[in-house]
């Protein structure tokens, strides 16, 4: 069964620093990873969504990593904004046709301006 | 790009009373779509997998009978929370596939609030 861990739980910055969070999961036969943002009583939003065969994807100031053999993923997010402030998710989906995705708890992630 | 909507965003409903919540796939075919559930301050987790044209699929645990899960069309899947009680209150969002793909793309999610 799939496990995804997210660290940290929770993250506090100050404006305009560069910072990394970070996605763990357990079995490596993925079809894709995707990291979405929710906003307190919002919807996700999808981020950036990295295919088993990626390594890396970048949108404005997201870049997200992707190394399938070890389980890991992160998501880096430079010159932080209060805008930033979110939980963030990062989901797995299954590499089988089930297309079934797991997801982590999150970080939720405050930057102070 | 794939887009996927839900209706109502939000809904508030009485005890005992039944909420339908409907998940369109706008501008692709989607043969399976999944209903994920998010309790406050949890994950999400996979309720069921609905393919079109036939029952859906439930994970251990959640209840069919009260989970009422219909994939009539390509473009439309709908949950029903039959004789919804408080603790049916969370957040329950739709994913869809589109037909030959493998991506997944989500919906934004409905927010139920049984009083």
Redesign the interface.
């Known amino acids: 069964k799939q496990e995804v861990t997210q660290i940290p739980a929770a993250l506090s910055v100050p404006e305009g620093e560069n910072l990394v969070l970070n996605c763990s999961f357990t079995d490596s036969a993925i079809y894709n990873l995707q990291w979405f943002r929710q906003d307190p009583g919002k919807g996700l939003t999808s981020l950036l969504l990295i295919q088993s065969s990626q390594r890396e994807q970048t949108s404005g100031r997201l870049n997200a990593s992707l190394d399938k053999s070890s389980g890991r993923s992160t998501l880096y997010i430079a010159a932080s904004q209060p805008g930033d402030s979110a939980t963030y998710l990062c989901a797995v989906e299954e590499g089988t046709n089930a297309g079934k995705s797991t997801f982590g708890d999150g970080t939720t992630l405050t930057v102070k301006p | 790009g794939a887009v996927v909507s ?1 209706h109502p ?1 939000w809904v508030i409903c009485k005890s005992g009373t039944s909420v339908k919540i409907e998940c369109r796939s706008l501008d692709f075919q989607a043969t ?1 779509m ?1 209903w ?1 559930r998010q309790f406050p301050k ?5 309720m069921a ?1 609905s393919n079109e044209g036939s029952k859906a699929t439930y994970e251990q645990g959640v209840e069919k009978d009260k989970f009422l899960i219909n994939h009539a069309s390509l473009t439309l899947s709908t949950l029903t929370v039959t004789s919804a009680h408080p603790e049916d209150s969370s ?1 329950y ?1 739709c ?1 869809a ?1 589109a037909s030959g793909q ?8 409905t ?1 139920l609030l049984v009083l």
């Open positions: 839900q965003s399976t999944f994920y949890q994950s999400l987790m996979l997998t957040f969002i994913s596939r493998e991506t997944q793309y989500f919906g934004p999610g927010r």
